[in-house]
């Protein structure tokens, strides 16, 4: 079992910055890759961004170039760092550990953090 926690968001203008932060216990954190997924109200939950064991990271295009993900394994912390906030990324954003398959769908991740609200206003 892997137990993550969510923390960091909050309310932003458009424009703005947030990092969240993802604390892990329970197994070896370095062990698995990580992705942030988000929902916005009415949709369904959607990837964001995934990092390997090895650092290698993927986004989706609509955060590319405005997120960056990052691991501390010496903390057993993942980290989501998002710039140039929009009113478009406004959701509930979740943490996940991987554990099989591709990194872009949620089906591959096992365990999953409770999230926390982010919201850019226009």
């Known amino acids: 079992q892997v137990q993550l926690v969510e923390s960091g968001g909050g309310l932003v203008q458009a424009g703005g910055s947030l990092r969240l932060s993802c604390a892990a216990s329970g197994r070896t954190f370095s062990n698995y890759g990580m992705g942030w997924f988000r929902q916005a109200p009415g949709k369904e939950r959607e990837f964001v961004a995934a990092i390997s064991t090895t650092g290698i990271t993927i986004y989706a295009d609509s955060v590319k170039g405005r997120f960056t993900i990052s691991r501390d394994n010496a903390k057993n912390t993942l980290y989501l760092q998002m710039n140039s906030l929009k009113p478009e990324d406004t959701a509930v954003y979740y943490c996940?550990?991987?554990?099989?398959?591709?990194?872009?769908?949620?089906?591959?991740?096992?365990?999953w953090g409770q999230g926390t609200q982010v919201t850019a206003s226009s």
């Open positions: 996940a550990a991987h554990t099989f398959g591709t990194f872009y769908s949620r089906g591959n991740y096992d365990y």
